[in-house]
């Protein structure tokens, strides 16, 4: 399967514990994005990457929130301290521009994070 | 702020009924993809429309995009118990990044 894949597809974890999650975008794709998903709602956007630079942070991505893409390949979210509140659906998505349509983003299956 | 509000949020109808799903703005886009979301699973794209009055077709899908390129919808003929699922609509953002509608969570009744 050549699609954008995400590890692991569940995690449940003690508030306070630090986690971190990985993507594994497509393999052509030099944009990877990661995206929070809460219950009853849509996506929402977090960070972007063009190869292995950072470009955009949403304010929602608290000083908690970090996430690196050191050769431009796969990406890690971490979450420092995790509350209650990060309890979501985490997304990562790819893309590459000129290949397809601009913004046209495909999404992994997700990590789904509960914090007790 | 670009927003994008959907409608219906929920919708349950009878197989073989037809149905249309709306994405609203008051931002124009560059161009709008609709997904679909199964349960604990990530989103499928199912189509990126570009261009104003644009209409594209998917098997029983049709989805058409406004004139000022603010609106999108979806319609569904003789919808199936297989296109239950949450649809969402998405935006480009700004520097690639995309804006979501809340969802319409639609189900298909036998």
């Known amino acids: 399967d050549t699609g954008v894949s995400q590890n692991p597809r569940h995690k449940i974890t003690k508030r306070g514990q630090n986690v971190t999650f990985r993507c594994d975008p497509i393999s052509e794709h030099n944009r990877l994005y990661w995206y929070r998903q809460t219950l009853g709602q849509g996506p929402e956007f977090l960070t972007y990457?063009?190869?292995?630079?950072?470009?955009?942070k949403s304010r929602l991505l608290s000083d908690r929130f970090s996430a690196e893409r050191p050769k431009g390949s796969f990406s890690t979210l971490e979450i420092q301290r995790t509350e209650q509140g990060d309890s979501a659906m985490y997304l990562c998505?790819?893309?590459?521009?000129?290949?397809?349509?601009?913004?046209?983003?495909?999404f992994g299956p997700g990590t789904r994070l509960t914090v007790l | 702020t670009q927003l994008l509000e959907q409608s219906p949020q929920f919708l349950s109808i009878q197989e073989g009924e037809n149905l249309t799903v709306y994405c609203n703005s008051s931002?124009?886009?560059?161009?709008l993809q609709w997904y679909r979301q199964e349960p604990g699973e990530g989103p499928v794209l199912l189509v990126t429309v570009v261009t104003g009055g644009e209409v594209k077709k998917l098997k029983r899908l049709t989805f058409q995009f406004g004139d000022a390129r603010k609106d999108s919808s979806l319609h569904i003929t003789a919808a199936q118990p297989g296109d239950t699922g949450l649809y969402l609509c998405a935006g480009g953002g700004g520097a690639q990044k995309l804006v979501f509608g809340q969802g319409t969570r639609l189900t298909i009744n036998p």
């Open positions: 931002s124009v886009f560059s161009s």
């Open positions: 998505a790819s893309s590459f521009p000129g290949l397809g349509l601009d913004n046209e983003q495909f």
């Open positions: 990457f063009q190869n292995e630079a950072q470009l955009e």
